[in-house]
C-alpha cells in the first residue's frame, strides 16, 4: 500500500462514500486525502471544571461523568437531557435529534471528555448536541489537543460523513504512513530556512500539539508549496528558451532607423527605452520570444509594440496587432498608419465588420507577402488568415482573450516558414498584477514593466462626491467646457441588471441633455445596445470634437484616446470594481491640461465600497491600486489568474504568503543555476517529488 492508493483503502470508506469525497471535495487518492488541510482548529489545550464555566464561554471541554438520562417533553417532541456532574458541579447535555441511538449508547457513570459550546439559560448551563468521548477512548488516540476542522459540503454531512469521521480517516492514514512520508527538500533547504521536516509538518498540519508547531507546520508547506510551482514554471522558461528556437531578428535596418530618426514623434522615456532594448536582445537570441508587457494606461506601449514590429519587417517579416474591441483595433490602425506615414510600410486592418471583398484582398496580400502589418480583433484568429512569413505577434490587453485563443495566434500558420518556428509572442497588458502574484501566474515568461508615464503629464485630480452634489459637479463640467475641454459620463452596465442599467443610462442621458441643452451643446451617446456603426459614428463625433459630453457604458473603458478631453465621471461608482475604475480614469490625462475624475455615488457605502473609492483618491499608481483589489477581491477574480494554477493552491495564499513565495522563488533560481537538471545526489529529494507532482498536475497549462 503507497500513498497514490484510492482512498477506499482506508478503514470505513466505502467505493460509495469514497465517490462523494471525489466529487465534493475532489479526493481521490490517500495522497489527496494528506493534503486535505484544515481550515480551522479548535483549541483543546484547556480543560475546564463546571464551577470555572462563564455564561460568556464558548466552545467548552470538561470531563466529568453522566449521572442520569431523562427525556423531557416540549412542545414539538422531546428533547433528551443527560445531567453531567464533575467534582465542582452539574450541569446538562442537550440533544434534539437522534435521541434513541443516543440514548442506547450513553454510559451512566463512566468519565468523559466532552466538547462543545456553552449555553446559559436560567442560571443553568447546558451543551447542546455535544461531543462526547469516553476517557478511556481518549487517551487511546493520537494524543492530540488541537483538533483539526476541515472543510466539508452539506451533500457530506447529511450523508453522515462528520469532521470527527474525516479526523479518523486522516488518523489512519498516518498511523498507516506515517513513516513512509519521504522529505521532498534537500538538508541544505531545510536547513537554511529551519524548516520543520516534511513528515513532522504534515502530522502538525493537521494535528497540531501546539500554536506554534502548526505555524511552523505551515510555513513549510506553504515553502514547499511555492518552490515547486516556481521550479515547475522555471524549468518550463529555461526548456522553452533552450528548446523553443525563434527567428532571429538580426539586422536592425532602414525600416527601424528611419522610423527612429525621422518619424517618432517624441524622445522615449527610459522605461520604453529599457523594454525595448529587452525585446532586442530576445529576438536576436535565436530563443523564441514570450515576453509580458506590463504598463500602466497611457505609459506608451504602442510606440513599443511599433519598434518591435520594425524589427520584424527589417528582417523580412510581417507582424500583427490583436485587440480585444473593434474600436481599439481601429485606433491602433490610425495611429500606427500616422506613425508610418512618408514609409513604404503596408499597414491594414481586419475585424469582424470588414466586408468580404476587402477581407479576399487582404487575405491575398498577406499570403503574398505585400502587406507588412496587419491589425485587428480575434477576426484574426480564422483559419482563412495566414501569413507568408509572421514574424511578430503582439497581443493587446491580454486579459482580454482566453488561453485558446493566444495559443491560436501562436500556432498560426506561416507558409514560409519550413523550419515551423512560431512567431515571437509580445502580450501588453495594462492591468498590472501585483509582483508576488506575476510571479506564480506569469512565472513562465519573462516580463517588462513600463514603470514611468511620458513626461508633461500633470496627474489626474480625483475626488469623490455624493449625488447630492450633483449641481455643483453639473456647473464644473460647464466650466471646463467653456475652456474648450471634452467630458466623459460613464454609467455601469451590468449583465445581470441590464434592463435597469439601461434604463439609468437613458434617465442620465436625458437629464444631462436638459441641463446642457443644444444647439449650445452637443452630446454623443454609447452604449453597447447600439449597432456598430452608430457607435462608431458617436465615437468619432467625440473623438472630432463635435460633441463635448460623451454619455457612455463602460464600452470606452478600453483604449480610445481622446487628449483634448480632461474630464471623467462616473456615476454609481460605487458599483465598479476597481481595476475598471482605474481603466476608466485613464482615459483622461492624454493631454497637456490638468485633467479630473469625479466618483460619484450615493450615501450607501459598504465598507469595500468607500475603500475602493478612497484609494482611487489617494493614488493613482496603476500597481497599488491593483495591490488593494488583490487585497479585497483574493486572486481568483483579478483578471488573467483564471486559468493558472494560482488558485489551485492548498495551503499558500499568494497575497498573505508572499513573503514565502519570493524566498521559495529564489531559491527555486539558484538551484537550477546550480543543478538544472536536478541531477546531484543532494537534491534527488527534489527531483523524485518533482517528478510526481509533474505527473499528477495538470494545472500548468501554457498561459500564453
Ligand atoms: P498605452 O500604454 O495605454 O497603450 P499608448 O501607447 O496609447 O498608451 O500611449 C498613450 C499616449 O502617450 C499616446 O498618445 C502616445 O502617443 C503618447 N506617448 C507614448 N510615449 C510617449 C513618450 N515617450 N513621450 C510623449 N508621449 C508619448
Ligand atoms: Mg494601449
Redesign the pocket.
Known amino acids: 500500500m503507497n500513498l497514490s492508493y484510492p482512498i477506499t483503502y482506508i478503514k470505513g470508506i466505502s467505493v460509495q462514500r469514497a465517490t462523494l469525497l471525489y466529487t465534493e471535495l475532489g479526493i481521490k487518492t490517500c495522497n489527496d486525502l494528506l493534503n486535505f488541510f484544515p481550515y480551522r482548529y479548535i483549541d483543546k489545550t484547556q480543560f475546564y471544571q463546571i464551577k470555572e464555566l462563564q455564561p460568556n464561554s464558548s466552545d467548552v471541554q470538561i470531563v466529568g461523568k453522566i449521572i442520569r438520562v431523562k427525556s423531557v417533553a416540549q412542545k414539538r417532541g422531546s428533547r433528551l437531557v443527560a445531567t453531567f456532574v464533575d467534582a465542582t458541579g452539574t450541569m446538562e447535555l442537550v440533544w434534539f435529534k437522534g435521541q434513541k441511538w443516543i440514548k442506547d449508547a450513553l454510559k451512566i457513570n463512566e468519565p468523559y471528555v466532552v466538547y462543545g459550546k456553552l449555553n446559559h439559560y436560567n442560571g443553568n448551563f447546558s451543551i447542546p448536541h455535544p461531543e462526547l468521548e469516553l476517557v478511556a477512548e481518549y487517551k487511546k488516540k493520537l494524543q492530540t489537543k488541537m483538533q483539526p476542522v476541515y472543510p466539508s459540503t452539506e451533500r457530506l454531512t447529511n450523508t453522515g460523513v462528520s469532521n470527527k469521521l474525516m479526523r479518523t480517516y486522516v488518523q489512519y492514514l498516518f498511523k498507516q504512513f506515517l513513516n513512509r512520508i519521504e522529505e521532498s527538500l534537500s538538508k541544505e533547504i531545510i536547513e537554511d530556512f529551519k524548516l520543520m521536516p516534511k513528515r513532522d509538518a504534515l502530522l502538525n498540519a493537521h494535528f497540531p500539539k501546539s500554536q506554534e508547531d502548526l505555524t511552523k507546520a505551515q510555513n513549510r508547506l506553504k515553502f514547499e508549496e511555492l518552490f515547486f510551482i516556481q521550479l515547475q514554471l522555471l524549468r518550463k522558461k529555461l526548456i522553452n528558451k533552450t528548446k523553443i528556437q525563434g527567428f532571429i531578428f538580426e539586422n536592425v535596418s532602414d525600416n527601424f532607423n528611419t522610423f527612429y530618426k525621422d518619424h517618432l514623434?517624441?524622445?522615449?522615456?527610459n522605461a520604453?527605452k529599457r523594454v525595448l532594448k529587452e525585446i532586442r536582445k530576445d529576438v536576436a537570441s535565436g530563443a523564441h520570444m514570450n515576453r509580458l508587457l506590463q504598463?500602466?494606461?497611457?505609459?506608451?506601449?504602442?510606440?513599443?509594440?511599433l519598434l518591435a514590429m520594425l524589427l520584424a519587417i527589417d528582417n523580412g517579416f510581417q507582424a500583427t496587432i490583436m485587440a480585444p474591441t473593434e474600436i481599439l483595433a481601429n485606433?491602433h490602425f490610425i495611429?500606427v498608419s500616422q506613425l508610418l506615414q512618408g514609409m513604404s510600410i503596408n499597414v491594414d486592418i481586419l475585424t469582424g465588420s470588414v466586408k468580404t471583398k476587402k477581407r479576399r484582398e487582404i487575405h491575398a496580400s498577406l499570403e503574398d507577402g505585400t502587406l507588412d502589418i496587419l491589425i485587428g480583433t480575434h477576426a484574426l484568429l480564422e483559419d482563412k488568415v495566414k501569413f507568408k512569413s509572421l514574424g511578430i505577434a503582439i497581443i493587446?490587453e491580454q486579459h482580454r482573450f482566453g488561453v485558446a485563443q493566444r495559443s491560436k495566434l501562436w500556432g498560426k500558420n506561416t507558409l514560409d516558414n519550413k523550419d515551423g518556428l512560431p512567431p515571437h509572442i509580445l502580450v501588453?497588458t495594462?492591468t498590472p498584477i501585483p509582483r508576488t502574484l506575476a510571479m506564480s501566474v506569469y512565472g513562465d515568461l519573462d516580463i517588462s514593466v513600463?514603470d514611468e508615464l511620458?513626461?508633461?503629464r500633470k496627474e489626474i485630480k480625483t475626488i469623490h462626491r455624493f449625488d447630492s452634489n450633483r449641481l455643483s459637479v453639473f456647473k464644473f463640467i460647464r466650466d471646463e467646457i467653456k475652456k474648450g475641454r471634452q467630458v466623459y459620463v460613464v454609467y455601469p452596465l451590468i449583465q445581470e441588471s441590464e434592463t435597469m442599467d439601461y434604463k439609468d443610462l437613458m434617465d442620465g442621458y436625458e437629464s444631462i441633455s436638459r441641463d446642457f441643452p443644444s444647439p449650445k451643446y452637443q452630446i454623443s451617446i454609447v452604449h453597447g445596445k447600439m449597432k456598430p456603426a452608430d457607435k462608431e459614428h458617436e465615437m468619432q463625433r467625440f473623438v472630432k470634437g463635435e460633441t463635448q459630453i460623451m454619455v457612455a457604458t463602460t464600452v470606452i473603458e478600453v483604449?480610445v484616446?481622446v487628449?483634448n478631453a480632461s474630464v471623467m465621471i462616473i456615476e454609481s461608482s460605487e458599483r465598479f470594481g476597481l481595476s475598471q475604475l482605474h481603466q476608466l480614469r485613464?482615459r483622461v490625462g492624454?493631454g497637456a491640461d490638468q485633467s479630473y475624475c469625479i466618483l460619484l455615488s450615493s450615501y450607501k457605502l459598504s465598507p469595500e465600497g468607500k475603500t475602493r473609492l478612497k484609494t482611487m483618491v489617494d493614488t493613482t499608481d496603476g500597481f497599488k491600486i491593483a495591490e488593494v483589489d488583490l487585497k479585497l477581491r483574493g486572486p481568483g477574480n483579478l483578471m488573467g489568474t483564471q486559468q493558472s494554477g494560482v488558485l489551485d493552491l492548498k495551503i499558500a495564499d499568494v497575497v498573505k504568503d508572499s513573503k514565502i513565495l519570493v524566498a521559495a522563488r529564489n531559491t527555486a533560481i539558484a538551484l537550477l543555476q546550480e543543478d538544472p537538471n536536478l541531477s546531484k545526489v543532494e537534491n534527488i529529494p527534489i527531483s523524485q517529488a518533482f517528478v510526481k507532482m509533474s505527473k499528477s498536475s495538470k494545472i500548468w497549462s501554457n498561459i500564453s
Open positions: 514623434p517624441f524622445d522615449l522615456t520604453q504598463g500602466d494606461v497611457g505609459s506608451g506601449k504602442t510606440i513599443v509594440a485606433q495611429a493587446d501588453m495594462a513600463i511620458p513626461p508633461g483604449g484616446n487628449p485613464g492624454r
